[in-house]
């Protein structure tokens, strides 16, 4: 009777692609992250000098002792814990009051161009967070810590060392970068919500503040709540900008302390740091569910059909919304602006009188530094690391498309069954594991070989493996959101005439899903073509992309050829985005 269950079971191509992509999700996820729990108890080749005694592969806890109780805990963990905490209460406390004051202005008020403004509050978005960062360099970079100064003080501007670098410019760079992923939550929120219900409040009597505290704002605090978790996860675990703007004055981060240590070999306490700091986004993510799970759910949507009422800001409009073009400008226009003015200087500083289109096309007349031979955009090394770029980002999100639509179909299909749980979990797992950790994982599993599977560092496979593990909860949730919207009944009425699944998959689901496929794909495409942390530690010569290779210029103290690098990955992402929105009607629904 088990055996006929079974073979029943296996005999719905739905089933068997459930347990396939159960299997998938253990392998490339599931199994890395117990692989780097391993390695932490594991003696390393670079432990001997340490630990005398000990062989490599015996079992130690001197990874976690160094970490946690040794000398060094303060320096190695407990310092740079408290920083990261820091700087991702500090983006939260500044982002999300002003992306969700933002989303209320674009969606809830009479305030003129609230089309044009809800897309170019977006933008920020589609760069990589490092992108401020770079610019505030730019701007505020002290010769006295970094070399060459920035565009104040190169005009006599003296600049104080805490204004340059550490955690203030961290977190007002991330703020800048991040308060789109409060927009756009809290922007969606704020469309669902009925105005009849605040029109009720005010009839009743409640002032306009009176509305906005007891009525509106609780109806979207399940949208800041998850905003809130989506920030501040993000924060604590991006390296990039910490790296720029904090190790000049040795202001670490977990993420900068995870990438210091991997880098000299002591890959064992690297690893506990990791864990650490998957510790602390699945801890905000757990209890952001309890706080919001247990709170009351109310009805915003009737079936009466529900309506938009704005508000009016009367002599108020024009002002405000002179003020957020005068935002937009500083936020987005201008970094990019001072980015592009930047690389006309061959040393970065600024100087009026040294412009010049060397560092894009080169100068026959001397010889280039760094990399180049003739110019950033005739340099054989930096169009190989922009066609890497490129490649990676293509054949992820088609791959990550797929696979996101795969895991809808599955789901959905069996939906409250444990199998389709699981699936759904083992999706969610690589949301709350930084970038930089997912490259230290795949560093530590793949550097050697494993079974059949040969080592793969050093190869362009492994770098499209971690960024489709990384990324799969994107076009999962696009793909699980694409198929709940199908009506089963069209698959079952071809299936009724005889239409195979693969025919039924083609002609039906994917024409259907088609939206959602592609925003999958174009939100694992941005990611992708931005991702520096998550591919950093696992990038060579051979297959270097353009992110790190503006980390490496950075590292160089060549601004310029850094920056010039940044617009390239700006133009290429901003130019695919708005591709995809005309041709494909792809939209950034759900960012992550």
């Known amino acids: 009777m088990t055996w006929f269950r079974f073979s029943n079971y296996i005999r719905k191509p739905h089933n068997v692609m459930l347990i396939a992509l159960i299997a998938v999700m253990i392998i490339f996820i599931l199994i890395p992250v117990i692989a780097i729990i391993a390695r932490t108890f594991v003696v390393e080749s670079s432990d001997l000098r340490f630990l005398a005694d000990a062989a490599v592969g015996d079992f130690t806890t001197y990874h976690w002792w160094r970490v946690v109780a040794s000398p060094l805990s303060r320096v190695l963990f407990y310092q740079p814990f408290l920083n990261s905490l820091y700087v991702g209460f500090g983006v939260v406390l500044l982002a999300l009051p002003l992306g969700s004051f933002l989303a209320w202005l674009v969606t809830r008020t009479d305030i003129p161009f609230r089309r044009t403004f809800s897309l170019l509050l977006v933008l920020p978005y589609l760069f990589p967070s490092w992108v401020m960062g770079l610019s505030w360099l730019a701007v505020f970079k002290n010769a006295r810590i970094g070399g060459a100064p920035g565009f104040l ?21 991330l703020t800048l970068h991040y308060y789109p992923y409060a927009f756009l939550i809290v922007s969606a929120a704020l469309s669902s919500i009925d105005s009849r219900l605040e029109e009720t409040a005010s009839i009743l009597g409640a002032s306009r503040l009176g509305v ?5 704002f609780p109806l979207v605090i399940p949208a800041l709540g998850s905003a809130f978790i989506l920030i501040f996860t993000k924060a604590i675990g991006t390296f990039a900008t910490p790296a720029f703007l904090g190790l000049p004055v040795r202001f670490h981060t977990l993420a900068t302390r995870i990438y210091s240590s991997i880098q000299t070999r002591a890959e064992g306490s690297g690893y506990v740091l990791s864990l650490f700091l998957i510790l602390v986004s699945g801890i905000a993510i757990y209890l952001n569910t309890k706080v919001l799970g247990t709170r009351k759910g109310y009805v915003t949507i009737a079936g009466q059909g529900s309506r938009t009422r704005l508000t009016k800001l ?5 002002p405000i919304a002179a003020l957020v073009i005068l935002f937009v400008l500083l936020s987005t226009a201008l970094p990019v602006a001072l980015l592009g003015l930047q690389t006309l200087t061959e040393h970065g500083d600024f100087n009026i009188r040294e412009l010049s289109l060397r560092t894009w096309v080169g100068d026959p007349n001397s010889p280039v530094k760094g990399w180049e031979t003739g110019g950033i955009l005739r340099s054989p090394h930096i169009l190989g690391g922009a066609w890497n770029s490129v490649k990676l980002a293509l054949v992820s999100a088609v791959i990550c498309g797929l696979l996101g639509l795969l895991v809808g179909y599955a789901v959905v299909k069996k939906r409250g069954s444990f199998l389709s749980k699981s699936l759904e979990s083992l999706a969610f797992v690589p949301y709350i594991i930084p970038g930089l950790v997912f490259s230290g994982i795949y560093l530590s599993m793949f550097s050697r070989s494993l079974g059949p599977i040969p080592g793969l560092y050093g190869t362009f496979a492994i770098l499209v493996i ?11 949730r696009t793909g699980i959101s694409s198929m709940l919207q199908i009506d089963q009944s069209l698959e079952e009425a071809s299936y009724i005439h005889g239409a195979s699944w693969l025919k039924r998959f083609h002609k039906i689901v994917i024409p259907l899903a088609k939206s959602g496929l592609m925003a999958g794909m174009l939100l694992v495409f941005i990611n992708a073509m931005r991702a520096l942390s998550l591919i950093i530690l696992l990038v060579t010569p051979k297959t270097r992309t353009l992110t790190s290779m503006t980390f490496r210029y950075v590292e160089l103290n060549q601004p310029h050829y850094a920056n010039a690098i940044a617009l390239l990955i700006v133009v290429i992402t901003l130019a ?11 939209k950034i629904e759900r960012i992550g």
């Open 212 to 216: 906005l505290r007891k009525v509106t």
């Open 466 to 476: 971690v960024t489709v593990a990384k990324y799969v909860p994107f076009a999962s």
């Open 576 to 586: 695919v985005y708005f591709l995809a929105s005309l041709i494909g009607k792809a």
């Open 314 to 318: 009367r002599r108020l409009r024009h």
């Open 153 to 173: 003080q190169g005009i006599g501007v003296s600049l104080p060392d805490w204004l340059s670098y550490g955690p203030i410019p961290i977190i007002l760079a």
